[in-house]
């Protein structure tokens, strides 16, 4: 080591000496604008086999100010570099043929365009497109012989008909009016828009053709209800999928059910139907049982209800581990997440029926586990301080590929063998920008609160931390209300600290991953005692001495938006706020989101029955009681905590006021802002974040806040 370290001090000086430019390697601090850098790794499938890994690279064009995704592929072994299967800019969903020569994907012509599905020989050649469907094509499931894909689209007769009437040199149609008769509580979707109660995603099937020839697609069902999560019997002679089929599901508990029908159409057949959802039901290898991710709804509707695994058996449901703290999957919140393609995560059983594998969330970070199906033990496949964000595995559960991230990494594609539990690293797509960054490791605490509950919590400390030294500190809330902060990268958070500030994140009572009763008991009395815990956690740090007690703010975005506005009417202490895509007062934020609150889930009533309720839990009503400087950052087509009852109210109160209060609007974002809105305007909001910090922790001179 000595010796290497000496070789090259000698050639950097011999270097300098011959005046050859040389690059500076030292580790420098991780900046806003690195985002767009980041490269994410979405929806890895292994082949059949289980030699190789196709999956979804994510990458910015900044140019373009856009996402773009392309297919790559990698041997599971990690023999070899990835290789790229697709160009992109629009590809995704690759799923493998049974036979591990082709893979089926969905590809969009353009961003407006509707995603159809294509195939691609892995012998080589171009993809050719399978589907020319109006309303495109869903993820592409193959039937076991790989004779035929089904999939969802909610393409309609007459739009086949106006298709074929254009390609044929017909008129064009009438041109539709673009009024809209609204007969659903439920009528808009954050992300989605307008919903269009017309149109419903069903089941096809297409052949899959042996030439050129372009096969017609059949449709299998129809009606007014969607149906989701598309599989094939193991024999082939029928497709699953399930489906809600109620008229106005926001009057009920949550329901849905698994369905089958003929693969060459016929009757409905109900599978499932229990008190509650199911979801990613898959069959026991004997098909006498079936596993899915559910709950049964209580005899009181609860603000969140853990979901266990259940098997399903002779017409009745058993939950595996309803004793257990930890949530089903990856539920780890942070802003690194892939902003594209999706993260598949499905149960699988093993080859002799007896255990099931997934993954499972507890204190903030997930591993892969597997269930035991007579007894319900869970036995780690990985272990450690991570969250795992999708997986997927080789039907006889030898292999599992899945991705990873954690504090100081963005999500890399790994293989697990399941039998030795040795795991390799496949891919490596972030590791050149990693590697010259500095990105300290936080510190994980616990902490009794008001009332000696236990909370969990982690403090993030600014790159060559002095403990000698006094600094600002940055208070970050989580949304949900029921999700949590945990084990993986979240770039807000290290910029944060390179800024010189300590951040500190918890996860107070309501949060999960930390069993149902924790998750469950600020119902009917959110927010309230979650600020006291988040309080109590400020107070211990202050405590340690390292942080400037004049200079602390506290953030946070949905959820994290309504308890960062309940908390500066609460308490003078914050010296500066910024609340995100936010609610400020309840009875508007019931009658405006895109999801209704018809359950009691939040409130015992509605706003015409307990409306001093939903008043006395509202910050706007105490806005009079703010001094301390606020931001609200909103999207201006944020649907699900509508700008209009949550930010602009707050913002208009304090104004009346002549209080300080600033407004910053994003055109064309959604309540996803942080996680996948546009690349330019994620880092220009975390710009504003911390030059509010900036402004008022630290005194620095930003005129861009100033009245104009």
């Keep these: 080591m000595r010796l290497i370290r000496r070789r090259t001090k000698l050639a950097l000086f011999l270097a300098l000496l011959s005046g050859i430019a040389v690059a500076d390697t030292s580790p420098r601090l991780i900046t806003e604008k690195d985002l767009l850098a980041f490269k994410w790794i979405a929806d890895p499938q292994i082949s059949p086999d289980g030699a190789s890994v196709a999956y979804v690279l994510v990458t910015v064009n900044e140019k373009e100010d856009r996402y773009e995704t392309s297919l790559w592929v990698v041997p599971a072994t990690g023999a070899s570099e990835p290789r790229r299967l697709t160009t992109g800019p629009r590809d995704a969903a690759p799923r493998w043929s049974p036979d591990g020569r082709t893979i089926a994907f969905s590809r969009g012509a353009d961003e407006k365009a509707r995603p159809q599905i294509y195939l691609l020989s892995m012998s080589g050649g171009e993809p050719r497109r399978l589907t020319d469907l109006p309303r495109g094509a869903g993820v592409p499931a193959w039937s076991p012989d790989g004779a035929r894909i089904a999939f969802g689209s909610g393409t309609t007769d007459k739009e086949l008909e106006e298709q074929r009437a254009s390609k044929g040199g017909a008129r064009e149609t009438p041109k539709k009016s673009d009024v809209r008769v609204v007969t659903r509580a439920v009528y808009r979707s954050n992300g989605q828009g307008w919903l269009d109660p017309s149109h419903h995603d069903h089941v096809w099937v297409v052949a899959v053709p042996a030439g050129d020839a372009a096969p017609e697609p059949k449709r299998l069902t129809s009606g007014r209800y969607d149906e989701t999560e598309i599989a094939w019997s193991r024999d082939g002679s029928r497709i699953f999928f399930i489906s809600d089929r109620v008229d106005e599901p926001y009057y009920e508990p949550p329901d849905s059910n698994l369905y089958s029908i003929p693969a060459d159409g016929g009757t409905m057949d109900t599978v499932i139907d229990i008190a509650g959802p199911v979801r990613g039901a898959v069959r026991s290898p004997d098909s006498a049982s079936w596993a899915f991710v559910g709950s049964l709804n209580p005899p009181q509707v ?18 595996l581990t309803p004793a257990k703290d930890f949530e089903i999957g990856s539920s780890v919140g942070g802003d690194q997440h892939a902003p594209r393609g999706t993260s598949p995560g499905r149960l699988l059983w093993t080859p002799d029926g007896r255990g099931l594998l997934t993954a499972v969330t507890e204190h903030g970070r997930s591993n892969l586990v597997r269930v035991d ?6 036995d780690p496949l990985t272990s450690g301080d991570h969250d795992v964000m999708a997986w997927m595995s080789t039907a006889d559960g030898s292999r599992v590929a899945f991705t990873m991230s954690d504090d100081t990494h963005v999500g890399e594609l790994y293989a ?21 960054l500095t990105l300290p490791e936080p510190e994980e605490i616990w902490y009794p609160s008001f009332d000696g509950t236990k909370i969990n919590a982690w403090i993030l400390k600014p790159p060559g931390f002095d403990a000698t030294r006094k600094y600002p500190m940055i208070v970050e809330i989580h949304g949900g209300p029921h999700s949590a902060y945990g084990r993986t990268f979240t770039h807000e958070f290290q910029w944060m600290a390179a800024k010189g500030y300590v951040v500190f994140y918890t996860n107070p009572r309501g949060s999960t991953t930390y069993g149902q009763d924790f998750a469950n008991v600020i119902q009917y009395r959110y927010p309230g005692d979650d600020f006291k815990d988040i309080m109590a956690g400020v107070d211990l740090v202050l405590a340690k001495g390292y942080v400037d007690p004049k200079k602390v703010g506290v953030t946070g975005g949905s959820g994290g938006g309504l308890l960062t506005n309940w908390a500066v009417t609460q308490t003078d202490r914050f010296a500066a706020a910024v609340s995100q895509r936010s609610v400020g007062d309840w009875a508007s934020f019931w009658y405006t989101a895109d999801f209704s609150l018809f359950t009691p889930s939040w409130f015992k009533g509605n706003p015409m029955q307990d409306g001093e309720e939903f008043w006395k839990r509202s910050p706007v009503r105490y806005a009079d009681k703010i001094v301390t400087p606020m931001l609200f950052v909103e999207g201006d087509d944020d649907l699900r905590t509508p700008p209009a009852q949550g930010g602009e109210a707050m913002f208009r109160a304090l104004k009346a006021q002549k209080k300080t209060a600033v407004m910053v609007r994003f055109p064309g974002e959604t309540h996803e802002l942080s996680r996948s809105g546009k690349p330019s305007h994620r880092v220009e909001r975390l710009q504003h974040i911390v030059n509010w910090f900036e402004k008022y922790l630290k005194g620095e001179k930003i005129d861009t806040y100033d009245l104009q």
């Design 416 to 436: 697990l063998d399941t039998a030795s539990k040795k795991v390799r690293r496949l891919t490596k797509v972030n590791e050149a920008l990693f590697a010259s």
């Design 302 to 319: 609860q603000s969140h209800t853990r979901s266990d695994i259940y098997v399903f058996r002779d017409g009745r449901a058993r939950a």
């Design 373 to 378: 199906v007579a007894t319900g033990r869970v």
